[in-house]
C-alpha cells in the first residue's frame, strides 16, 4: 500500500516538472470567399492556457460564437471572455461553432490555395506564429466529404 | 403449405421490386419534410432590379432557396460554395436548376452588394432584396422564421437551404452543417422529381 502511495506520488511529481507546452494547433484553416472576410477554423490542445488574440496577417481577429435560438435561426455573438483550454479538453473553432472572425482583408493579398502568417497571442505560452492555408468556404467544414 | 410459400415469395417479389426502384425521396439524405409543402408566392426585387416572382420564375426548375445575409463568414458562404460547387461538377443539373439567396440584412444587402457577393460563388446565383416588410412576407411564406436585424446584436436568420422539386414541392431541407457528398447524391435525385411519376 505504502508502495503504491509512494508510486502515484513520484508519478505525480514527474507530472508536475513536465515544463509547460504551447498549444499544438491542428487542422487550421481560413475559410475565404472573396470580399473583405474571412472565418478561421483550428483545434487548440495539450495545454492549459487562455487565447487572447488571433491575427491573421495584418488584421486581428474576432472571437465569435455562431448560436440557434428556439426557432432555429443562427446569429453570430462575439465572446466576452477569452476562449480557453485545458490539456484535457480541446479548444474547437468550427463552422457553425467558434470561430475566429476576420475583417478588412485586402482580397488582392491572398486567395485559396495559398498560405498566411496567423500570430495567436496566448495568455501563459505567448505568441505562436503559424503558416496557414486559405481554403474555400466549401471546404470550411473539412474531411473527405466537403 | 402452398399458399404460405406463394405469400412468401410474394414478400420477397415486392421486397425485391423495392430495392430495384426505390422512391426518390427515398434516396435524399437531406432532411426529408414529412409531408411536404408547396412551393411559396412571394415576389422581390432581383440585382437587376427587376420584380421576381418566386413561384413563377422557378417553375419547373429545382429551386434552393436560402435566407441569409452577406456580412457573414461562417455560415452562409459555406452553404453557397457548396452549391456552387456541386453545379460546377453537375451542368446538367445546373441547367435544371435556380439557386436563390434573399439578403436578410435590408440594412446593407443592397442589390449590388448582393450581386458581388453571389458572384464570388456563381454569377447564376439570383439574388433578391426587399423592403423589411416585404422580406418578413417572403420568410413567413417560405416557413422559416423571419430574420432578427438589429443594431446591437447583428443579425439572426434561418441558416438552412430549401429545396423545391420541379413539382413545386418542398421534399428536402439541408441545414447547416450538410456535407458536400449529400448534396452531389441528391441535386439529381430532387431535378428528376416532376411529379409525373404521380400523375
Ligand atoms: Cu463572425
Known amino acids: 500500500m505504502i508502495r503504491a502511495v509512494a508510486a502515484v506520488g513520484v508519478v505525480l511529481a514527474v507530472v508536475a516538472c513536465v515544463p509547460d ?15 473583405d472576410q474571412a472565418a478561421l477554423y483550428f483545434v487548440a490542445q495539450g495545454s492549459d492556457d487562455r487565447l487572447l488574440e488571433v491575427i491573421v496577417g495584418e488584421a486581428a481577429g474576432e472571437f465569435h460564437r455562431t448560436e ?5 435561426r443562427t446569429t453570430m455573438q462575439p465572446l466576452t471572455d477569452p476562449p480557453r483550454l485545458t490539456t484535457r479538453s480541446p479548444l474547437v473553432f468550427e463552422p457553425g461553432g467558434l470561430h475566429v472572425m476576420v475583417v478588412g482583408l485586402d482580397p488582392a493579398t491572398f486567395s485559396p490555395g495559398e498560405v498566411v502568417d496567423v500570430t495567436f ?14 481554403v474555400d468556404p466549401s471546404a470550411a467544414l473539412g474531411g473527405p466529404d466537403g | 403449405m ?11 417479389a415486392l421486397l425485391a421490386a423495392s430495392c430495384a426502384a426505390p422512391s426518390p425521396t427515398g434516396r435524399l439524405q437531406g432532411v426529408v419534410v414529412e409531408d411536404p409543402t408547396p412551393k411559396p408566392s412571394f415576389v422581390l426585387t432581383d440585382t437587376s432590379g427587376e420584380r421576381y416572382d418566386f413561384a413563377a420564375e422557378t417553375e419547373g426548375k429545382l429551386a434552393l432557396l436560402f435566407f441569409g445575409y452577406t456580412n457573414c463568414p461562417d455560415i452562409c458562404p459555406v452553404q453557397l460554395s457548396q452549391i456552387a460547387e456541386v453545379l460546377r461538377q453537375m451542368p446538367d443539373v445546373a441547367a435544371h436548376t435556380e439557386v436563390v439567396f434573399v439578403g436578410v440584412d435590408w440594412r446593407r444587402d443592397t442589390p449590388e452588394v448582393i450581386r458581388a457577393y453571389l458572384d464570388r460563388f456563381d454569377s447564376r446565383f439570383v439574388g433578391l432584396t426587399g423592403t423589411a416588410e416585404e422580406l418578413e412576407r417572403a420568410q413567413v411564406a417560405a416557413g422559416v422564421p ?19 422539386a420541379p413539382d413545386g414541392m418542398n421534399h428536402v431541407i439541408y441545414p447547416f452543417g450538410t456535407r458536400q457528398s449529400t448534396l452531389m447524391n441528391d441535386l439529381p435525385v430532387l431535378v428528376t422529381m416532376t411529379g409525373e411519376d404521380r400523375r
Open chain 1, 121 to 134: 497571442v496566448w495568455e501563459r505560452s505567448g505568441r505562436q506564429r503559424l503558416r496557414i492555408p486559405v
Open chain 2, 2 to 12: 402452398p399458399r404460405r410459400i406463394h405469400r412468401h415469395v410474394l414478400a420477397v
Open chain 1, 68 to 72: 440557434t435560438d428556439a426557432d432555429g
Open chain 1, 21 to 35: 507546452r504551447s498549444p499544438e494547433i491542428v487542422s487550421a484553416r481560413l475559410s475565404y470567399g472573396g470580399g
Open chain 2, 146 to 164: 423571419p430574420a432578427v436585424v438589429d443594431a446591437d446584436t447583428g443579425v439572426a436568420h434561418a441558416g438552412w437551404v430549401i429545396a423545391y
